[in-house]
């Protein structure tokens, strides 16, 4: 059986994915193992979707499929949950640009409704990072494709450019041809969800509802979560293994993550924050802004990183550096915002593009 371990287009709708992994996919959002979000996981998603698609093209066994579009969906979760344009009224009120963001409905339900508007056939759209882009796949005919392809192209830049988001680029493609599941690969998913399903009903028996965040069936171990004060750790491994074990599943190490569930908490009351600082200041190129990840290792301080595109001696830097402090610090002393991060302690540190430190932000 080949390894299968959670750490998360919109469309791919006909990629089908077991029931077991559906919490799996809604908990992405928040799952960042370790407490971290490494300010370069823009550039390692983006290689992932590429790579994703490539499999894809190729013909992927069931196997690579899901465990690749997990990726994609935290991205698309990650990134598009916070764009909306702003109105006039909005500007005029002088409503900070991140709270706009933040109070807004996905921007990719924009570009979806000027397609549907103009009637086009299509297979869902996708965002990738590090570049920006806005991909769209259109179905239909090669020549159907080679009509559209530009006027589709132009209408998403429309929308993009009313909103001023000049950092995306804008791709049209059509769709990749998929391979059916073999037997064996659907055959490891059955084996996969029996042994979830098993290791599910278990901790149910010990009040809980989930895996956890980081969980996995490989070779021969199985792994999941639970918190740092459980006490009865070594009473649930257990239980597992014997409960594998009874079921003819098969003789598996039981590996337990343990989490500070204090530290959890605080991370997932941060995260729409740091999703719409990333959303906002990576889709303009005024604010020079490469990625962004956090880190909540630390029990004192949520830090938030900013990796720019500026060199440390450049001309601009001042500049832009301010431009960046002044609109988080607009966005973090909203009473949204205010409500979320409570009293957290937090450092926002920005840097240069050779990781030399700008300016750090705390309060």
């Given at each position: 059986?080949?390894?299968?371990?959670?750490?998360?287009?919109?469309?791919?709708?006909?990629?089908?994915?077991?029931?077991?992994?559906?919490s799996?996919?809604?908990?992405?959002?928040?799952?960042?193992?370790?407490?971290?979000?490494?300010?370069?996981?823009?550039?390692?998603?983006?290689?992932?979707?590429k790579?994703?698609?490539k499999?894809?093209k190729?013909?992927?066994?069931?196997?690579?499929?899901?465990?690749?579009?997990?990726?994609?969906?935290?991205?698309?979760?990650?990134?598009?949950?916070?764009?909306?344009?702003?109105?006039?009224?909005?500007?005029?009120a002088?409503?900070?640009?991140?709270?706009?963001?933040?109070?807004?409905?996905?921007?990719?339900?924009?570009?979806?409704?000027?397609?549907?508007?103009?009637?086009?056939?299509?297979?869902?759209?996708?965002?990738?990072?590090?570049?920006?882009?806005?991909?769209?796949?259109?179905?239909?005919?090669?020549?159907?494709?080679q009509?559209?392809?530009?006027?589709?192209?132009?209408?998403?830049?429309?929308?993009?450019?009313?909103?001023?988001?000049?950092?995306?680029?804008?791709?049209?493609?059509?769709?990749?041809?998929?391979?059916?599941?073999?037997?064996?690969?659907?055959?490891?998913?059955?084996?996969?969800?029996?042994?979830?399903?098993?290791?599910?009903?278990?901790?149910?028996?010990?009040g809980?509802?989930?895996?956890?965040?980081?969980?996995?069936?490989?070779?021969?171990?199985?792994?999941?979560?639970?918190?740092?004060?459980?006490?009865?750790?070594?009473?649930?491994?257990?239980?597992?293994?014997?409960?594998?074990?009874?079921?003819?599943?098969?003789?598996?190490?039981?590996?337990?993550?343990?989490?500070?569930?204090?530290?959890?908490?605080?991370?997932?009351?941060?995260?729409?924050?740091?999703r719409?600082?990333?959303d906002?200041?990576?889709a303009?190129?005024e604010?020079?802004?490469?990625?962004?990840?956090?880190?909540?290792?630390?029990?004192?301080?949520?830090?938030?990183?900013?990796?720019?595109?500026?060199?440390?001696?450049?001309?601009?830097?001042?500049?832009?550096?301010?431009?960046?402090?002044?609109?988080?610090?607009?966005?973090?002393?909203?009473?949204e915002?205010k409500?979320?991060i409570?009293?957290?302690?937090?450092?926002?540190?920005?840097?240069?593009?050779?990781?030399?430190?700008?300016?750090?932000?705390?309060n």
């Amino acid at each position: 059986m080949g390894s299968k371990k959670s750490n998360t287009n919109e469309s791919f709708e006909d990629i089908q994915v077991p029931k077991s992994l559906d919490s799996f996919i809604q908990e992405l959002p928040k799952r960042y193992a370790n407490g971290e979000y490494d300010q370069e996981l823009e550039s390692q998603i983006d290689k992932e979707w590429k790579s994703f698609r490539k499999k894809v093209k190729k013909g992927p066994n069931q196997k690579v499929v899901a465990f690749s579009i997990s990726v994609v969906a935290a991205v698309l979760l990650f990134i598009g949950s916070a764009f909306v344009s702003p109105t006039v009224q909005q500007i005029a009120a002088n409503i900070p640009y991140l709270k706009m963001l933040f109070e807004s409905e996905p921007f990719i339900d924009e570009i979806r409704a000027a397609l549907d508007r103009e009637g086009y056939q299509y297979d869902g759209i996708g965002v990738s990072v590090n570049p920006r882009e806005v991909t769209v796949q259109l179905i239909g005919s090669k020549e159907y494709y080679q009509e559209q392809k530009e006027s589709v192209k132009a209408l998403i830049e429309d929308v993009l450019k009313a909103k001023n988001y000049d950092a995306y680029k804008v791709s049209v493609m059509q769709p990749y041809e998929r391979e059916e599941p073999t037997e064996e690969d659907i055959a490891q998913w059955e084996q996969y969800e029996k042994i979830t399903e098993a290791v599910m009903a278990v901790l149910q028996e010990y009040g809980y509802s989930t895996m956890g965040q980081q969980n996995g069936v490989s070779e021969d171990v199985v792994e999941f979560e639970l918190p740092n004060d459980e006490t009865k750790v070594e009473e649930i491994k257990n239980a597992v293994h014997v409960r594998l074990v009874q079921e003819q599943l098969g003789d598996y190490t039981i590996k337990i993550h343990s989490y500070d569930p204090a530290k959890r908490e605080r991370e997932g009351r941060w995260m729409p924050v740091v999703r719409t600082i990333s959303d906002g200041l990576t889709a303009k190129t005024e604010y020079n802004v490469k990625g962004i990840g956090y880190s909540n290792k630390s029990k004192e301080t949520f830090k938030v990183l900013i990796t720019t595109t500026l060199d440390q001696d450049g001309s601009k830097v001042e500049e832009v550096v301010e431009n960046i402090e002044t609109t988080i610090e607009e966005f973090l002393e909203t009473e949204e915002v205010k409500n979320m991060i409570l009293d957290d302690p937090y450092e926002i540190v920005i840097y240069s593009k050779d990781k030399e430190e700008l300016k750090v932000i705390k309060n």
